[in-house]
């Protein structure tokens, strides 16, 4: 890995969220995984590389949502409230199976932060 790599994996914002290893082994004496990345260790999913993947996956769909939730407040949904038009791509987003559940309550918290929208209740509920 350069330095490069590095700063490039430092724009994952702390909020972002983590995957939960679910993950069990067989014996009489607890144990947990873990990955080995650069002489450290993490959960499964969670070196540097792999949330960087995530979060860029993730902030590419915000900022795609971005513009299709202004496009929608400007147009057919002109009647509905910022928060509901933000509400409404929480479902549809968690079934794409392009995010977890956490990332695309993530996703639409980003959406709202970029157009300085309200975050909607949805949003923030379960995390």
Same mark, same amino acid.
């Given at each position: *890995?350069?330095?490069?790599?590095?700063?490039?994996?430092?724009?994952?914002?702390?909020?972002? &969220? +983590?995957?939960?290893?679910? /993950?069990?082994? !067989? /014996? %009489?004496? &607890?144990?947990?995984?873990?990955?080995?990345?650069? /002489?450290?260790?993490?959960?499964?999913?969670? %070196? &540097?590389?792999?949330?960087?993947? #995530? =979060?860029? @996956?993730?902030?590419?769909?915000?900022?795609?949502?971005? @513009?299709?939730?202004?496009?929608?407040?400007?147009?057919? #949904?002109? +009647? *509905?409230?910022?928060?509901?038009?933000?509400?409404?791509?929480?479902?549809?987003?968690?079934? %794409?199976?392009?995010?977890?559940?956490?990332?695309? #309550? =993530?996703? @639409?918290? #980003?959406?709202?932060?970029?157009?300085?929208? &309200? @975050? !909607? !209740?949805?949003? %923030?509920?379960?995390?």
């Amino acid at each position: *890995m350069n330095e490069d790599d590095e700063l490039e994996y430092l724009k994952v914002p702390l909020g972002f &969220p +983590h995957p939960v290893s679910t /993950g069990m082994l !067989p /014996g %009489t004496q &607890p144990k947990f995984l873990v990955v080995s990345y650069q /002489g450290k260790f993490y959960l499964p999913g969670c %070196t &540097p590389p792999e949330l960087y993947e #995530r =979060w860029r @996956i993730c902030e590419e769909i915000a900022q795609q949502l971005t @513009i299709k939730s202004r496009d929608s407040k400007e147009g057919k #949904r002109s +009647h *509905m409230s910022e928060s509901a038009i933000l509400e409404q791509y929480l479902p549809w987003l968690t079934q %794409t199976n392009l995010t977890t559940e956490a990332e695309a #309550r =993530w996703v @639409i918290l #980003r959406v709202a932060e970029i157009l300085e929208w &309200p @975050i !909607p !209740p949805l949003a %923030t509920a379960n995390s």
